[in-house]
Nanobody
């Protein structure tokens, strides 16, 4: 099993920046992909970004050019740098880790962007 702990959310004005962190522990050797998705009340979760063990990166079209995902293998931490934030980026952001068919998820961190 993998445990994930997110940090870095908060309140920011439109146009501002935030950096989210996700620290992994446990069976980290089994992780193949880590990433982020976000969710607002009453809506399905939305993929944001992912990074594989071989550093293949994917982004949702809605965040391309504004968000950057990266990883620190020494700290087993994944980051999401969010720039040029928009009110529509407001959501709870969840870190996830895939291990084959299994997926672990963090507790989520709230990001609120005011207009």
């Amino acid at each position: 099993q993998v445990q994930l702990v997110e940090s870095g959310g908060g309140l920011v004005q439109a146009g501002g920046s935030l950096r989210l962190s996700c620290a992994a522990s446990g069976r980290i050797d089994t992780i193949t992909v880590m990433g982020w998705y976000r969710q607002t009340p009453g809506n399905e979760r939305e993929f944001v970004a992912s990074i594989t063990r071989s550093n293949i990166i994917n982004y949702a079209d809605s965040v391309k050019g504004r968000f950057t995902i990266s990883r620190d293998n020494a700290k087993i931490t994944v980051y999401l740098q969010m720039n040029s934030l928009k009110p529509e980026d407001t959501a709870v952001y969840y870190c996830y880790a895939k291990q084959g068919f299994l997926e672990s998820r963090g507790q989520g961190t709230q990001v609120t962007v005011s207009s």
